[in-house]
């Protein structure tokens, strides 16, 4: 979206990388605690959540300073080499984050499963031709989808007499995070809490991180009012989940708290965004 969006690339852009880590610390960690909460009630699983705290915490910790990082940039918004050092430290910070991941011993997930383009044609998913052909398609389908996505978000924005960046914030995660988090969901029923959180707050490292850090270098990063109220508010959710996972206190109700600092951040975007 930022390097193919065309006119209103970037700022619908920006909206779509502050949105994500918005969503999933507020709505998509709410919709985990609510899963744990009802099917405990139900007694299809143990009251939770279970959690290796120092998974989560981890997660929780870099997200944090990673996305702080991410805010204070905006403050050098007309300093680029400032900006590039920035974002070079984000990605810095993820790197560090994958060494730690990956040497520390965690809980096993399922098996990936295999390439679509050998089950189509009924081939071993390891030939490098098939791997190359889907990477490329899939590539396509990104870059071919920024254009149609800026397209329609500022159509809609346009006919609703809203900022682009503001409709990108509800939608674009709407539209791409939180269908892939059904797994959370899923974890959660079965009482696979670690995996459960852990596929958010993963997400949220990566999306403080790596999106963030092209979004301060390639971009102006002059963030809006409301962007800056949804970084606040993913902030300091975060921060209470992860005082409260040190405390050991950590509930599915707390979790389930999410979703009201969701829904008024969205009602003063909606009602403070009306201008393009």
């Excluded at 790596?210 to 109220?229: C, D, E």
Aim: net charge positive; with cysteine; proline share 5%.
């Amino acid at each position: 979206v930022l390097f193919f969006g065309g006119r209103h690339g970037q700022d619908v852009g920006i909206g779509a990388i502050a949105g994500a880590p918005f969503m999933l610390s507020t709505l998509t960690l709410a919709l985990c605690g609510w899963t744990i909460w009802y099917y405990a009630r139900k007694g299809r699983r143990r009251p939770g959540p279970n959690i290796n705290p120092t998974i989560i915490g981890r997660d929780l910790s870099f997200f944090i300073a990673g996305y702080t990082l991410a805010v204070v940039a905006a403050a050098a918004a007309d300093i680029p080499p400032v900006r590039w050092l920035i974002a070079l430290l984000l990605l810095g910070c993820y790197a560090l984050y994958l060494h730690r991941t990956l040497t520390h011993e965690g809980e096993v997930g399922d098996a990936p499963e295999h390439l679509h383009f050998a089950r189509i044609l009924n081939r071993e998913p390891t030939m490098l031709r098939f791997i190359a052909s889907q990477v490329i398609v899939g590539l396509a389908g990104i870059i071919g989808g920024a254009y149609i996505f800026v397209d329609h978000v500022e159509n809609l924005a346009i006919d609703l007499g809203m900022a682009p960046v503001v409709l990108s914030l509800v939608v674009a995660p709407i539209a791409t995070e939180l269908p892939e988090k059904i797994n959370s969901v899923l974890w959660a029923r079965n009482g696979k809490d670690t995996l459960a959180l852990g596929n958010v707050t993963g997400a949220l490292v990566f999306q403080s991180c790596f999106p963030v850090a092209f979004g301060v270098a390639f971009t102006s990063w002059k963030l809006t009012a409301g962007t800056v109220a949804t970084a606040l508010v993913a902030i300091a959710i975060a921060s209470m989940h992860l005082y409260l996972i040190k405390k050991a206190a950590l509930k599915p109700e707390h979790l389930m708290c999410g979703v009201f600092a969701y829904i008024a951040t969205i009602a003063y975007l909606l009602t403070t965004g009306h201008q393009p």
